[in-house]
Nanobody, 117 residues
């Protein structure tokens, strides 16, 4: 079983940037062969999938609201996935999680991102 730990969140002003990390441990073969994804859950809303990246990183997909502002990447040698978030807006405030695209792993604690002046 793979365990994931998200980090890198914090308080940032509108227009700012953050880089989130998702570190995997356990069955790393599983991490390296799965399409991975970032999700977020804003207060009072359901968790949503933001972006996904194929096993070797060749294919990425984003929801419209983050396209052009967020960049998903992975380093399988480090068993880590990243989310570079630029031009952050208050509506990006949420707890951010990582998992496979089909949610195979147990959810981590997430990392909180707050965008506020």
């Amino acid at each position: 079983q793979v365990q994931v730990v998200e980090s890198g969140g914090g308080l940032v002003q509108p227009g700012g940037s953050l880089r989130l990390s998702c570190a995997a441990s356990g069955s790393l073969f599983s991490f390296r062969i799965n399409t991975m994804a970032w999700y977020r859950q804003a207060p009072g809303k359901q968790r949503e999938l933001l972006a996904s990246i194929s096993a070797i990183g060749g294919t990425t997909n984003y929801i419209d609201s983050v396209k052009g502002r967020f960049t998903i990447s992975r380093d399988n040698a480090k068993d880590t996935m990243y989310l570079q978030m630029d031009s952050l807006a208050p509506e990006d405030t949420a707890v951010y999680y990582c998992n496979t695209a089909n949610q195979l792993y147990r959810w981590g604690q997430g990392t909180r991102v707050t965008v506020s002046a």
